[in-house]
């Protein structure tokens, strides 16, 4: 479910131990906009971001769906990771290998 919003997302979920309010691929440790802006920055098309990052067309347009209707918390998030990564402030827990 999205934060402040009754959307079921199918391939999206939030992450509690994350101190992001925005949502992820489930099972991933990937930001929907990370996927999202690579896309843009790539000139990607759906079917392109989706065999890119092994993710079915279906999660990829979710990815869409949800960055643009939350637009303002992406925003906020990135000025807030670039603050943070200025500071030299370690954000996330270090991946652990099983």
């Known amino acids: ?17 994350s101190c992001w309010k925005q949502l992820y691929i489930k ?5 929907a906009n990370v996927i999202y802006s690579d896309m843009i920055v790539n000139e990607e098309t759906p079917e392109e971001a989706a065999e890119n990052w092994d993710l079915p067309l279906e999660a990829i347009a979710e990815v869409i769906k949800y960055c643009e209707s939350h637009q303002e918390l992406l925003k906020q998030e990135a000025a807030e990771e ?3 990564v200025l500071e030299g402030v370690t954000i996330e ?6």
């Open 82 to 84: 670039r603050r943070i």
């Open 93 to 98: 827990p270090p991946v652990t290998h099983r």
């Open 27 to 31: 099972g991933k440790r990937i930001k």
């Open 1 to 17: 479910m999205t934060t402040n919003s009754s959307t079921q997302w199918q391939y999206l979920e939030q992450r509690p131990s």
